[in-house]
């Protein structure tokens, strides 16, 4: 679903990806790994086309799209949820919710999939009239999620979306990405609690200063306590 060829991202003068291959098959969840800086933000900015300066090939479900404009991706069945979230302030959940139908072809549909969506996020269907940015940082990550998935994308690239998450939330996300795997949708995750990654994960790579250094199954990356501790301990 996705190949990401000899992609190369700078920031300035500084070559932050460098020259990384890897790849994403339908149904599967493959996570990037690495310590704070090694490149993965990044990545995922880059194969939605949010940094300016970049070079090689993203293919996304046939679709050659790294020179296109970002919004182009969204068309195409790509979703991302950046590690800020960006809830609108003032903007209710559910307004937020239909945000991520603006664009589509399916906005006709909105209540429905708003019905859907939130029958599998039981805490925003109570919170539908809240104010959006009013709720704790973990439901409003799952606000961000639940938005990209409105649209019903064939993948979504998630940025640590368990970061400064309690414990019990986080719990119910990693939940939550296993039954979105299981009803078809493809997930890029880029996450730094290892453990919790790999144990929902298919396959993952490891990044180091901008350099794929490492890659297997999410089993075998599991049971390598030498690897994890050399290039993914914070």
């Known amino acids: 679903m996705l190949k990401v060829d000899r992609l190369n991202a700078w920031y300035d003068r500084s070559h932050v990806v460098q020259d990384i291959s890897f790849e994403v098959k339908p149904g599967e969840i493959v996570t990037l790994m690495g310590r704070n800086g090694a490149g993965k933000t990044t990545t995922l900015r880059t194969i939605m086309g949010l940094v300016g300066k970049r070079s090689g090939s993203v293919l996304f ?59 599998i996020f039981p805490r925003l269907k109570e919170r539908l009239d809240q104010d959006g940015t009013s709720m704790s940082g973990g439901e409003q990550q799952m606000l961000a999620i639940a938005r990209a998935m409105m649209a019903k994308p064939k993948m979504i690239l998630l940025d640590e979306p368990s970061e400064g998450i309690m414990p019990i939330l986080v719990d119910e996300m990693f939940h939550l990405f296993r039954k979105m795997k299981e009803q078809g949708t493809t997930i890029l995750l880029v996450e730094q609690n290892v453990e919790r990654a790999l144990s929902i994960s298919d396959r993952a790579y490891i990044l180091d200063q901008g350099e794929i250094v490492h890659t297997g199954t999410a089993d075998e990356l599991l049971a390598d306590r030498e690897i994890q501790e050399k290039y993914c301990a914070v």
Do not use: K, W
Request: glycine share 8%.
């Open 61 to 119: 479900d046939g679709h050659e799209c790294l020179a296109s404009a970002p919004h182009t991706r969204f068309h195409l069945g790509l979703a991302y949820v950046p590690e800020d979230r960006r809830i609108v302030q003032g903007l209710t959940v559910r307004e937020n919710l239909q945000l991520g139908l603006i664009a589509s072809a399916g906005r006709h549909q909105m209540a429905e999939m708003i019905e859907e969506i939130a029958a």
